[in-house]
């Protein structure tokens, strides 16, 4: 892919800009708090760096034509990235599966799995429609020190 992991598209800028906020959050917090702390903070750092950020949500879930509940749906960056926060529980092939699930109920093509809960920040860059996702790029930052 040209210009990196990431690509020069303005998603893949939309990626970049992310993992340096969250990059800051790890620096500034440390691993070992709970999600929404980290979800928080990093909502906050993407604000302040003048992303358009729009809090989790929900979606509706039909099945044949009705209603069958609610899909959480992650952090949504500048309109176009949906940034899944893990930090405690579920491995990172389950929380991939949650991500890619709120990918095709928005129709979001591509997602970013930010994990606090290691001594750097890992991540997996998750791209709709590839099976078993070929199209995922993993990575994890070095602390140095």
């Keep these: 892919m040209q210009g990196g992991v990431h690509g020069r598209s303005a998603a893949g800028e939309c990626v970049t800009r992310v993992l340096a906020a969250a990059r800051e959050v790890h620096r500034v917090l440390g691993p070992g708090l709970l999600e929404p702390v980290y979800r928080n903070a990093l909502q906050g750092e993407l604000a302040g760096r003048g992303c358009r950020v729009q809090a ?21 960056v500048d309109g176009e990235l949906l940034v899944l926060v893990a930090a405690e529980g579920a491995p990172t092939v389950e929380r991939r599966e949650r991500l890619r699930a709120a990918m095709d109920a928005t129709g979001r093509g591509r997602g970013l799995l930010v994990r606090f809960d290691r001594p750097s920040v890992a991540y997996t860059v998750v791209l709709r429609g590839a099976q078993p996702h070929p199209s995922d790029v993993e990575g994890r930052d070095e602390r140095a020190g």
């Excluded at 989790?56 to 949504?76: C, D, M, N, S």
């Design 56 to 76: 989790q949500g929900w979606v509706r879930v039909t099945y044949k034509g009705a209603e069958i509940g609610f899909h959480p749906v992650p952090i949504l």
